[in-house]
């Protein structure tokens, strides 16, 4: 990292009117990526990877974030372990392809061979003298909550149960666990991370983008809102009754920026995120027999956001690759011994949200291409409608605040002594 970035980041932040988008430097420049994705992205938690994309032991997914790869995986004893990418001997990478199954994990360079444990277990033409004691693969922390996975590459991550007692509850009844991808979207957008959620949490645009959607979803669900319409109040009461005599958890979760859960209804009599409201997978997620349970919206920044429902689910995985391109990773999920052309069919599962996604591609990447322009200035956010942007952007000054200034504090007394 550099300091005058270090420093010119923490000018700006300090200087920043409060619920204004970020300045300039924040989304283009590649030294801010740089310092960001240090400082910031590689102390958070990151949603990586669903339990049922590996539910046998041995089973793998290769997860690349920025310029780290983790071999994400499920133990001989059926517990979930994350490690760094990198063999112990000169640093290759072991894990080439995206997934795949392994009784051990073989370095393709010099054959150095991994337990699933994570400890050196054969090299080859090493000297007796050499001791593989001390040459394990490098663990990246995991935290594991409904079926979801989440990584954190600090070497002293924050704990991740709060949110794990926060949010279980929303998700267990849909027994995500024992679920199975039928599809998924990839898309390398041409827009800086912060901008594709950003984007996510505010509604400002959805009625002059998302057709599609708005059908099934309105502007303002939160009934403390102002702006949610009697009729959509009137719906959120009747369901609410419903959903607590099933004992269903629905209220939003409590104050927090970084991360929520909620149960929402759907519009007009819907009952799924499909173009005609009917269930997209007629095999419901675990042992559910009620169609009509609206979506839990789980959030997590810095990149996720969900909907579960009861017929299938859809998960959103934001990574950055560099200032401006971000991997946006959609994956809709059925129950696992749901059936593709019987149970449910993938092109009528996932046409709602596989053109929300590109139509908010198109949002992102106009968003980003207007900021790099000279004529570009930080913009007041609405008090009406943009209260997830702001509130993320808040969230993100203030942890990068935070990692920031003990580094200009020390430089500075370093200066004066």
């Not at 920026?257 to 675990?286: E, W």
Request: with cysteine.
């Amino acid at each position: 990292m550099k300091q005058n970035t270090i420093d010119h980041a923490h000018r700006l932040l300090t200087a920043r009117k409060p619920d204004w988008s970020l300045d300039q430097p924040f989304y283009v420049d590649s030294d801010f990526f740089d310092m960001e994705m240090e400082l910031f992205f590689n102390r958070q938690w990151l949603f990586a990877a669903m339990t049922c994309e590996i539910p046998t032991p041995g089973d793998w997914v290769r997860v690349d974030i920025g310029r780290e790869s983790i071999i994400l995986l499920r133990t001989k004893d059926g517990e979930i372990a994350a490690y760094h990418n990198t063999c112990r001997h000169r640093g290759s990478r072991i894990c080439l392809a995206e997934s795949g199954h392994a009784t051990r994990l073989v370095c393709p360079y010099h054959q150095w061979s991994y337990e699933l444990n994570g400890r050196l277990l054969r090299t080859r033409l090493m000297g007796d003298a050499f001791e593989k004691d001390g040459f394990s693969l490098a663990p990246v922390a995991v935290g594991v909550v409904g079926g979801y996975i989440f990584l954190n590459l600090s070497e002293n991550p924050p704990s991740f149960e709060p949110f794990r007692a926060l949010v279980e509850a929303y998700l267990l009844p849909h027994g995500l666990d024992n679920a199975k991808v039928a599809h998924t979207q990839t898309l390398v957008e041409k827009a800086n991370w912060k901008l594709v959620i950003e984007n996510n949490r505010e509604c400002y645009h959805c009625a002059g983008s998302h057709p599609e959607l708005m059908h099934i979803i309105t502007e303002f669900d939160d009934p403390n809102d102002p702006n949610v319409s009697p009729e959509y109040k009137a719906l959120l009461k009747k369901k609410d009754a419903e959903w607590d005599l099933l004992g269903l958890p629905h209220a939003h979760t409590e104050n927090n920026l970084q991360y929520r859960a909620v149960r929402l209804p759907f519009t007009g009599g819907m009952l799924s995120m499909t173009m005609d409201g009917k269930p997209g997978c007629t095999k419901l997620l675990g042992d559910l027999t009620n169609a009509d349970l609206g979506s839990v919206r789980l959030l997590h920044l810095p990149n996720t956001w969900n909907h579960i429902l009861a017929d299938h689910a859809v998960t959103f995985r934001v990574f950055p690759i560099n200032a401006e391109e971000t991997l946006v990773t959609t994956k809709w999920l059925v129950h696992k011994d749901a059936i593709e052309g019987v149970d449910y069919d993938v092109s009528r599962l996932i046409e709602v949200w596989s053109e929300t996604n590109q139509q908010d591609r198109k949002l992102a990447e106009n968003n980003h291409l207007g900021i790099r322009g000279r004529a570009y200035r930080s913009g007041p956010y609405s008090d009406v409608i943009e209260g997830g942007t702001r509130d993320f952007v808040r969230w993100y000054s203030e942890q990068l605040l935070t990692a920031l200034d003990p580094i200009v504090t020390d430089q500075a007394m370093e200066q004066s002594a």
